[in-house]
């Protein structure tokens, strides 16, 4: 069974001997190759090319024995076609070009040509899939509708979100064309990930948690259910939703084949509780778990790493439908030796 069929398998639940592994935005600044590429091209430059993308996507392939590769770009692309840019604060940290606050600035964003704008992404997958043949999974992306009005409204970073938030709750007919339009560039984004050879995609619905409980549906969920619908039915959609576990039930109903969880979450009783789920039971729906390793293991040592992959392996022992993970991105400290232990640990261990 090669990777990418390892990959699909365990994403509708098949039992396998060892979970698929891959890393959340493997590439990044833990990588002295990926540092010596930055250090020669902008991070506009790295995205917006397909070749440099391309390369960026493969490193952490050709360091460790990895089952998926997902593609380098950025979850801000998608405003970015629709008329509203980003760049990155000198002081860290994300900034757009504007704060998006008015009606006039709200017409303004555009859906139309927005795959001839993304058409860079497209030209990074096809590199990707010509070079990865069959053997390894090719994991597009993008950011849940929510997430990316978060940047789009603040104006970038926030730690707070306080805009976003009162804007919902005052002012709903703006939130609501925002989200649409963002929903509609998203199906059509998506799509443009699949036809150029996209095995899966995940959905990062990374401020999710922001939100309160009963507002969770209308305010995300609905629109992530409806971008789902409209892809091709079946296709693998990764659900990550940080910081919303009360909310496992929903997410599995929604059409996605995998729930990403947060390292919070205990990932056996998760999977337990949605196995048992009555209403998903009911409709017959079975999900897939991804995660859940807390990034922060990856500054220790690969002792440490080594007992804890193996703490999280055995805990999903007979639980099909397990793909190894860390619960969000890697941290960009993270030591190259402690990434290579969890990977060759989750590749000898056997179910």
């Known amino acids: 069974m090669t990777s990418r069929e390892r990959f699909l398998a365990a994403c509708a639940c098949r039992p396998l001997e060892r979970p698929p592994v891959w890393i959340m935005r493997q590439a990044g600044r833990y990588l002295p190759e990926y540092r010596d590429l930055k250090a020669r091209h902008s991070f506009a430059e790295l995205v917006r090319t397909p070749a440099l993308a391309a390369e960026v996507t493969l490193q952490p392939l050709r360091r460790f024995a990895l089952d ?36 006039a600035q709200l017409d303004r964003l555009s859906t139309e040509d927005l795959r001839e704008k993304l058409g860079y992404v497209g030209k990074t997958l096809r590199l990707l899939r010509r070079q990865l043949d069959d053997k390894k999974a090719l994991l597009g992306f993008g950011g849940s ?13 926030s730690e707070d979100f306080a805009h976003i938030q009162r804007l919902f709750h005052t002012d709903r007919a703006f939130f609501d064309e925002l989200l649409e339009k963002l929903t509609v560039a ?17 959905i990062f619905d990374s401020w999710g948690g922001l939100i309160a409980g009963p507002d969770y549906e209308p305010a995300s969920l609905q629109w992530i259910r409806r971008i789902i619908a409209a892809l091709p039915a079946g296709f693998p959609v990764i659900l990550y939703s940080k910081g919303t576990a009360p909310h496992l039930a929903a997410q599995a109903a929604s059409g996605a084949r995998v729930l990403s969880v947060d390292w919070t979450v205990d990932l056996a009783a998760a999977h337990d509780a949605l196995t048992q789920d009555p209403t998903l039971r009911a409709q017959n729906i079975r999900v897939a778990l991804q995660g859940n390793l807390d990034p922060a293991l990856l500054r220790t040592t690969p002792a440490t790493v080594r007992y804890e992959t193996l703490g999280l392996l055995e805990s999903m022992r007979d639980r099909p439908g397990h793909i190894f993970n860390l619960g969000h991105g890697i941290p960009p400290d993270a030591k190259p030796e402690c990434v290579a232990t969890l990977v060759n640990t989750v590749r000898e261990w056997k179910n």
Do not use: H, N
């Not at 801000?76 to 994300?94: C, H, S, T």
């Not at 998203?186 to 095995?199: H, Y």
């Open 186 to 202: 998203l199906i059509d984004f998506f799509k443009l990930q699949i036809e150029a050879g996209a095995d899966a995609i995940q």
């Open 68 to 103: 998926a590769a997902i593609l380098f770009s950025d979850i801000l692309v998608v405003p970015e076609a629709l008329g509203q840019g980003y760049r990155f604060r000198d002081e860290g940290g994300i900034a757009m070009e504007f704060r998006l606050e008015t009606r």
């Open 145 to 157: 509708p929510w997430t990316l009005a978060c940047y789009m409204i603040e104006g970038g970073g």
